[in-house]
């Protein structure tokens, strides 16, 4: 008999070690302790272990080889971390182990996925009645929220899509900014699109597309746009697209996965007003919200267009009044994604999620400031949590954000923006405190000068 206290206080003690260590840790993960990850390397055993035994061994190689991106000064692509009340309330509802895509399988799971379902249309400012498919990411909620738009499109022409497929369907004109995100041609491809047979469309400086630059559309079409590039944070002029895409019968698809969050700080509501025009947006929890992954969240305006993309049917599965989470994703047997986001969004509040965005972009302003007084060059408007900084030529750069990551301090990654090499600073983690912004700045400048004297 498995001793489940004793194993469970182990696992709650190892969890509240490796949180008070990540402080004190460097950000990246040392070379011993990838080296380490060779002793996994061991063939399948013959025999059982004691789940102690097991435990203690993933905590004694996995947890050094982690990146420390549950810490404040991760600013790496856009990850944020998991808020304690998110992570306890993921913990509790993995050991309920209940099977959440059936209502008759998980009650708890399937109605408190319909209370996040609510809280997030009231908190983005959508459509109350908007439907959601509690999914792994930004990727798939793209994917899911562009099967229903393929649905629409096409039953607005005469052609059902789910029951008779892509072949002699009327074509559909798919328009594409050139700053999409890659997994928007990656759900086209899945969708039996093309990811290439797309009309892509212009984006300005800052990489929001250019309004001006749509063509004209009749016909069923779809129009992906973006609330948060990934580089600068800048978001599409929802409302204008909308304006110009008026009667032709378009659906406009938000990919939203961190962007979408600034609806819910009013200090920031501007920039993504016009995005509640749209037919469908894609969220993410794992990223801004700041729950544990996986967790991503397709909404659309007509809930019966992302029900009739991704019911599942077979008569063992019976039906009730109740929602069925599985007739809204694309999967059936899952885990209690809502409880995350619904764990988040009850420990926030509207103020503390207003909050949490707000000082966020504060931070990404300061670094933007402390890099520009320093003489670096920032290449975007920071009107988000994004900044993008050059040191200089393109190996220089190159060489400071790796000498950055090498350090610990902090962790940023590399990108091209516009035929420029930056470094990409996302601060989007409810842990990043003044102070680790302070530290962190200060690991960069001390870097990058070094670096600029040296050369
Ligand atoms: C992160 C991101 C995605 C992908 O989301 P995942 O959760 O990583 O699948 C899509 N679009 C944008 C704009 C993103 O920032």
Same mark, same amino acid.
């Given at each position: 008999?498995?001793?489940?206290?004793?194993?469970?206080?182990?696992?709650?003690?190892?969890?509240?070690?490796?949180?008070?260590?990540?402080?004190?840790?460097?950000?990246?993960p040392?070379?011993e302790?990838?080296?380490?990850? #060779?002793?996994?390397?061991?063939?399948? &055993?013959?025999?059982p272990s004691? &789940?102690?035994?097991?435990?203690?061994?993933?905590?004694?190689?996995?947890?050094?080889?982690t990146?420390?991106?549950?810490g404040g000064?991760?600013?790496g692509?856009?990850?944020?971390?998991?808020?304690p009340?998110s992570?306890?309330?993921?913990?509790?509802?993995?050991?309920? /182990?209940?099977?959440?895509g059936l209502h008759a399988?998980?009650?708890?799971g399937?109605?408190?996925?319909?209370?996040?379902r609510?809280?997030?249309? !009231?908190i983005?400012?959508?459509?109350?009645d908007c439907?959601?498919?509690?999914?792994?990411?930004?990727?798939?909620?793209?994917?899911?929220?562009l099967?229903?738009?393929?649905?629409?499109?096409l #039953?607005r022409h005469g052609?059902? =899509?789910?029951?008779d497929g892509l072949?002699g369907?009327?074509p559909?004109?798919?328009?594409v900014?050139?700053?999409a995100?890659?997994?928007?041609p990656k759900?086209?491809?899945?969708?039996?699109?093309?990811?290439?047979r797309?009309?892509?469309?212009p984006?300005?400086?800052?990489?929001r597309?250019?309004?001006?630059?749509?063509? &004209?559309?009749d016909? &069923?079409?779809?129009v992906?746009?973006?609330a948060?590039?990934?580089n600068?944070?800048?978001? /599409?002029p =929802?409302?204008e697209?909308?304006?110009?895409?008026?009667?032709?019968?378009?659906?406009?698809?938000?990919d939203?996965?961190?962007?979408?969050?600034?609806?819910?700080c009013?200090e920031?509501?501007?920039?993504v007003e016009?995005?509640?025009?749209?037919?469908?947006?894609?969220v993410d929890?794992?990223?801004?919200?700041?729950t544990?992954?996986?967790?991503?969240?397709?909404?659309?305006r007509?809930?019966e267009?992302l029900?009739?993309?991704?019911?599942t049917?077979?008569?063992?599965?019976?039906?009730?009044?109740?929602?069925?989470?599985?007739?809204?994703?694309?999967?059936?047997?899952?885990?209690a994604?809502?409880? !995350?986001?619904w764990?988040?969004l009850?420990?926030?509040?509207r103020s503390g999620?207003?909050?949490l965005?707000?000082?966020n972009c504060?931070q990404a302003?300061?670094?933007?400031?402390?890099?520009?007084e320093?003489?670096h060059e920032?290449l975007?408007?920071?009107?988000?949590?994004? =900044?993008?900084?050059?040191?200089?030529g393109?190996?220089?750069?190159r060489?400071?954000?790796? #000498?950055?990551?090498a350090?610990?301090t902090?962790?940023?990654?590399?990108?091209?923006?516009?035929?420029?090499?930056?470094?990409?600073?996302?601060v989007?983690?409810?842990?990043?405190?003044d102070?680790?912004?302070?530290?962190?700045?200060?690991a960069?400048? #001390?870097?990058?000068?070094?670096?600029?004297?040296?050369?």
């Amino acid at each position: 008999m498995v001793a489940m206290k004793e194993l469970m206080e182990d696992v709650a003690r190892r969890i509240t070690a490796y949180d008070d260590g990540l402080d004190e840790r460097p950000v990246a993960p040392s070379s011993e302790a990838l080296e380490a990850l #060779r002793q996994f390397d061991e063939p399948l &055993p013959e025999g059982p272990s004691a &789940p102690e035994g097991v435990l203690a061994r993933l905590d004694a190689l996995g947890s050094p080889a982690t990146v420390g991106n549950a810490g404040g000064r991760y600013f790496g692509f856009v990850i944020g971390g998991a808020l304690p009340a998110s992570l306890a309330a993921h913990l509790l509802a993995t050991a309920w /182990d209940n099977n959440s895509g059936l209502h008759a399988c998980a009650p708890a799971g399937a109605h408190i996925e319909e209370i996040a379902r609510r809280w997030l249309a !009231d908190i983005l400012r959508l459509p109350p009645d908007c439907g959601a498919g509690f999914v792994t990411g930004g990727s798939m909620a793209n994917f899911t929220a562009l099967a229903a738009a393929r649905h629409a499109v096409l #039953r607005r022409h005469g052609w059902e =899509v789910e029951r008779d497929g892509l072949f002699g369907a009327p074509p559909i004109t798919v328009v594409v900014s050139e700053e999409a995100h890659s997994s928007i041609p990656k759900a086209l491809g899945l969708l039996g699109l093309g990811r290439r047979r797309v009309t892509t469309v212009p984006a300005d400086n800052q990489g929001r597309m250019r309004a001006d630059a749509l063509p &004209p559309l009749d016909g &069923p079409a779809i129009v992906c746009t973006q609330a948060g590039n990934v580089n600068t944070g800048a978001i /599409d002029p =929802v409302g204008e697209i909308h304006e110009r895409l008026a009667g032709s019968g378009a659906w406009i698809h938000v990919d939203g996965a961190f962007g979408l969050w600034a609806r819910a700080c009013p200090e920031r509501a501007r920039l993504v007003e016009g995005v509640e025009r749209a037919d469908s947006w894609s969220v993410d929890g794992h990223k801004w919200l700041n729950t544990p992954y996986d967790c991503g969240i397709a909404l659309v305006r007509e809930a019966e267009d992302l029900k009739a993309a991704m019911t599942t049917s077979a008569a063992y599965l019976v039906a009730g009044d109740e929602r069925e989470p599985c007739h809204y994703v694309p999967e059936l047997s899952r885990r209690a994604r809502g409880v !995350d986001v619904w764990a988040a969004l009850k420990a926030l509040g509207r103020s503390g999620m207003a909050e949490l965005v707000a000082r966020n972009c504060r931070q990404a302003r300061r670094f933007a400031e402390g890099l520009r007084e320093a003489g670096h060059e920032v290449l975007n408007d920071v009107v988000l949590n994004q =900044v993008l900084v050059s040191f200089g030529g393109p190996e220089t750069t190159r060489r400071v954000i790796a #000498r950055i990551q090498a350090d610990g301090t902090c962790w940023c990654s590399g990108t091209e923006w516009q035929g420029r090499t930056a470094m990409r600073i996302s601060v989007s983690s409810w842990r990043t405190t003044d102070d680790d912004v302070e530290r962190s700045l200060e690991a960069m400048l #001390r870097i990058a000068g070094e670096e600029a004297r040296a050369a």
